[in-house]
Structures are given as structure tokens and as C-alpha cells.
């Protein structure tokens, strides 16, 4: 295999009408996982661009999220890291998405990663591109150098585009 590309991460929030309707959207959630999952409320609020009263998880860490009462419906927040997207089969990712999108949700964030096995695409070359101008539909380009840990190699990552709709490019094998 030389190149994936696969969901990475996701994040939407949906409007329940009922706590009742909330609880059965996490346990189908949960059942559409190829993993076997169940889901447990947290002692917590989540913090996540906006304050949500009430978290949950998944048993396995795979799902996380938060929800509040909002007027007479329930806000939900649902975060699905690419540590569950790397462990579903890729016949599964159109499934899961348009289950979540029928359910309601809006996407917030949606991460797709490239894995490209044998390095065909050059960082390098990107980063001259975002430099050179060298973008369409988009309105702006950066490149942010930093380390996850002090001390560590500076990591570049290249931004195109805004909050709204951005595409950013990084070699997360040094992640």
C-alpha cells in the first residue's frame, strides 16, 4: 500500500428534542461500532469552543463528547478522534458519516489524513507552493513551525485558508 486516506477526525453537534432521543443516538452510536463499544456519562462539564454541562465517552475512549439543555431541546457535542477512525475498515467510513449527518449532526471539524507510505508528496514543495501564492479557494496561507514537546524538533505545519475552511498539511510521522 503507498497512499490512504482516511477520516481522521470528526466533531458535529445535533439538537435532541428529548434526553431520551440523546440516549438512543449514543447507543446506536455505539452499536455502528465494529469494535464493540458501550457509552458512561462523566461527573463533568466539557469545554470545547463553548461550555457543555454534561460529558460522556464511550467505555473504550473512542467517542467523547458533551450536552447541555439549550431553550427546550438538548445540544450534543460528538467528537470522533482518529484513534477510532484508524480502526474501522474503510467500507465503513460512508456508512458512519451519513448515519451521523442523518441523525442531524452538523460537522464542525472534519480532519481526512493522507497517509502517503512511499513519500511521493514533498513537504517542501508544499510549503513553496503556500509561499510561491501558488493556492486556489482559498483566501490565506501560513506556515507555523512548533515543538509538542520544549526541546524537541520544531515541527512545520502549513495552513491554507481560514477558521471556516482550512486545510493544513503536516508530517505527523514525526508526531
Known amino acids: 500500500m503507498s497512499m490512504t486516506v482516511r477520516p481522521d477526525y470528526f466533531q458535529g453537534t445535533c439538537y435532541f428534542d428529548s434526553d431520551l432521543d440523546l440516549i438512543a443516538c449514543l447507543d446506536l452510536i455505539c452499536e455502528l461500532l465494529p469494535i464493540g463499544d458501550s457509552w458512561t456519562f462523566l461527573n463533568k462539564s466539557l469545554f470545547c469552543g463553548e461550555v457543555f454541562d454534561h460529558s460522556f465517552r464511550s467505555i473504550r475512549g473512542k467517542l ?54 512511499k513519500r511521493r508528496i514533498d513537504f517542501n514543495s508544499i510549503k513553496k507552493a503556500g509561499e510561491l501564492g501558488h493556492y486556489r479557494l482559498v483566501n490565506s496561507y501560513k506556515c507555523i513551525e512548533s515543538a509538542i514537546v520544549r526541546g524537541a524538533d520544531l515541527i512545520p505545519t502549513c495552513y491554507f485558508g481560514s477558521s471556516d475552511k482550512m486545510l493544513r498539511f503536516y508530517n505527523a510521522e514525526v508526531v
Not at 74 to 90: E, R
Request: proline share 6%; glycine share 8%.
Open 64 to 117: 467523547f463528547g458533551g450536552f447541555r439543555r439549550e431553550h427546550q431541546q438538548f445540544k450534543m457535542i460528538l467528537q470522533v478522534p482518529g484513534s477510532y477512525w484508524s480502526q474501522l475498515q474503510s467500507s465503513h467510513y460512508l456508512p458512519f458519516i451519513s448515519f451521523l449527518l442523518d441523525c442531524g449532526f452538523n460537522p464542525t471539524r472534519f480532519d481526512i489524513a493522507l497517509d502517503d507510505y
